[in-house]
């Protein structure tokens, strides 16, 4: 099976009429995603090949799990990252959209499967702020004398061990990564 994401880098590259313009290029792909969802008879395992295809675009190393009894996950991503050996992260896929009670569970996974850190890919999600560091834990950390930069005071600050991709995010990456690989080879 070919990857998705490179049969639409090919699609776009010989099409004028979108492949200049980064938001058409979303706007492309995002209605081929649609289309292919709609195809499918299970979206949410259709969604999961969709971020597998994204991943392996992407160059990024991945085991898949199986379809079932897969302890909450639906792979696992390497990382080599120098000095500091592998890292590996657990991933989730959910076509639904998620909220708390999802992170909540997938932290558990995390933990019985004896992870740090986790990368939950989903269509949407809700305000998850119960993970972020809220401005009274920032003052206190910051008046104790912990040096951030200034920008970081602007900021959130996130103590969760788990990611959140959303398809959105995953259409900007991909839309900007054939924009970079269109002005390569049309050098406008």
Known sequence: MNNLFSELEEKITFREDICFDEKKIQEFILEEIKRKLEAS???????????????????????????????????????????????????????????????????????????????????????????????????????????????LLVEKIDINPVFVLKLNEIIEIISSQIRVFIKSVYKK
């Open 41 to 151: 008879k299970n979206k949410g395992f259709a969604f999961e090949e969709i971020v597998y295809n994204f991943l392996e675009y992407m160059n990024i190393p991945l085991i898949k799990t199986p379809k079932t009894r897969d302890g909450g996950f639906d792979g696992f991503v390497n990382f080599n990252v120098g000095f500091l050996d592998e890292i590996k992260l657990g991933l989730q896929i959910k076509y639904s959209l998620i909220d708390s009670t999802d992170i909540d569970s997938f932290l558990t996974a995390l933990k019985n499967a004896e992870l740090q850190l986790g990368v939950v890919v989903c269509k949407d999600s809700r305000n998850l702020s119960k993970y972020e560091l809220n401005s009274k834990i920032k003052s206190i950390l910051l008046s104790r004398g912990i040096s951030l930069k200034e920008k």
